[in-house]
T-cell receptor, first 115, second 113 residues
Framework: KAGVTQTPRYLIKTRGQQVTLSCSPI?????VSWYQQTPGQGLQFLFE???????NKGNFPGRFSGRQFSNSRSEMNVSTLELGDSALYLC??????????????FGSGTQLSVL | GEDVEQSLFLSVREGDSSVINCTYT??????LYWYKQEPGAGLQLLTY?????DMKQDQRLTVLLNKKDKHLSLRIADTQTGDSAIYFC?????????????FGRGTSLIVHP
C-alpha cells in the first residue's frame, strides 16, 4: 500500500507570490490534515479535511487555505507569501478521525523556502 | 503555557537506555502518542498508550504514564545510532472536542558511539 505522497518535495518562492502544495493520502483514508513545522514553533496544526469539507481549523491567517477533492486528495494554498512562511509543510492522513484512536500517517513533507 | 512540553535535546551513548520525557495538560486526553521523525522525513507513529494504562512495552520501547502528574515517558533500551531522530509526544483527543492531537515541540535524540 502506498504511503502519503506530497508534492513537490522542495519549493523556492519569493515574497508576495502564492504557492499550492499537494497531498495524496493512503488509499481508503478520508481525512487529511495539514501541519506547519518550523524550528521555532514546532508542529502547528493548519486544518483538517474530511469528505471534501474543512472539519477543523488551526490559528492561521486567511492566506492559508485548502481543499479536498472527491478522491480524498488535498491541496493547500498560501497566498501573498511572507518570509515567515518558510517551513516544512506536512500532510497526514487517517481513516476517518471519528474514533478516539485514529492514527495519523504522515508524508515526507514539502520544504518551502520564501526569499 | 504549551499544552504538551518536552525537553529539546537528549544525548546518549550507543547501547545505553534513552528516556524522553513529556508533560501534558489535558487530563481528558484518551490516548497519548509517541511519533518519530527521521531527517528529511515526516512523522511516524512509534507507539501509543491508552490513558487508563500505566505502562506499555513494545520490544525496545517502554512507555510509562503517570496520570496524576500528567507525565509521559518513552524509554528506548539499547539505543542505536539509527534511533537518532526527533521524538514527538502528542495527546488527544480532547474530551468533547475535535480529534486533532496536540504535539509537543519534539526532543532531538542524538546517539553517539
Amino acid at each position: 500500500k502506498a504511503g502519503v505522497t506530497q508534492t513537490p518535495r522542495y519549493l523556492i518562492k519569493t515574497r508576495g507570490q502564492q504557492v499550492t502544495l499537494s497531498c495524496s493520502p493512503i488509499s481508503g483514508h478520508r481525512s487529511v490534515s495539514w501541519y506547519q513545522q518550523t524550528p521555532g514553533q514546532g508542529l502547528q496544526f493548519l486544518f483538517e479535511y474530511f469528505s471534501e469539507t474543512q472539519r477543523n481549523k488551526g490559528n492561521f491567517p486567511g492566506r492559508f487555505s485548502g481543499r479536498q477533492f472527491s478522491n480524498s486528495r488535498s491541496e493547500m494554498n498560501v497566498s501573498t507569501l511572507e518570509l515567515g512562511d518558510s517551513a516544512l509543510y506536512l500532510c497526514a492522513s487517517s481513516l476517518a478521525r471519528t474514533s478516539d484512536n485514529e492514527k495519523l500517517f504522515f508524508g515526507s513533507g514539502t520544504q518551502l523556502s520564501v526569499l | 503555557g504549551e499544552d504538551v512540553e518536552q525537553s529539546l535535546f537528549l544525548s546518549v551513548r550507543e547501547g545505553d537506555s534513552s528516556v524522553i520525557n513529556c508533560t501534558y495538560t489535558d487530563s481528558s486526553s484518551t490516548y497519548l502518542y509517541w511519533y518519530k521523525q527521521e531527517p528529511g522525513a515526516g512523522l511516524q507513529l512509534l507507539t501509543y498508550i491508552f490513558s487508563n494504562m500505566d505502562m506499555k512495552q513494545d520490544q525496545r520501547l517502554t512507555v510509562l504514564l503517570n496520570k496524576k502528574d500528567k507525565h509521559l515517558s518513552l524509554r528506548i533500551a539499547d539505543t542505536q545510532t539509527g534511533d537518532s531522530a526527533i521524538y514527538f509526544c502528542a495527546e488527544g483527543p480532547k474530551s468533547g472536542g475535535s480529534y486533532i492531537p496536540t504535539f509537543g515541540r519534539g526532543t532531538s535524540l542524538i546517539v553517539h558511539p
